[in-house]
Nanobody, 121 residues
Framework: QVKVVESGGGVALPGGSLTLSCAAS????????MAWYRQDPGKQRELVAA???????SYADSVKGRFTISRDSAKKTVYLQMNSLNSEDTAVYYC???????????????WGQGTQVTVSS
């Protein structure tokens, strides 16, 4: 099966930076997109940033100019560089991949377990 594991969360000061990583493993033939979402308790999960296999990237308006998503296709890994963090960035961050797997050549949607990011002085 496919496994998605995030790392890099933690506590940052306002104005500080953190980098999240997400690695996918398993019987993956190809990955069409990799994305980061975040969710605060009591709120809906929202898309933060995404990148496709063709290199297209997209960002939520709230993080444009501050966050950068990048991927290493060979390592099946996606990163989220977060700069100029503020309290509104506090949330659990989830990694999502859309991939085609070996079993039945199916396309699947896989999520990581989430990593907490807290911005606080």
């Amino acid at each position: 099966q496919v496994k998605v594991v995030e790392s890099g969360g933690g506590v940052a000061l306002p104005g500080g930076s953190l980098t999240l990583s997400c690695a996918a493993s398993g019987n993956i033939i190809s990955i069409s997109s990799m994305a980061w979402y975040r969710q605060d308790p009591g709120k809906q999960r929202e898309l933060v940033a995404a990148t496709t296999s063709g290199g297209t990237t997209s960002y939520a308006d709230s993080v444009k100019g501050r966050f950068t998503i990048s991927r290493d296709s060979a390592k099946k890994t996606v990163y989220l560089q977060m700069n100029s963090l503020n309290s509104e960035d506090t949330a659990v961050y989830y990694c999502n991949i859309k991939a085609r797997i070996l079993v039945g050549l199916r396309e699947i949607d896989a999520w990581g377990q989430g990593t907490q990011v807290t911005v606080s002085s």
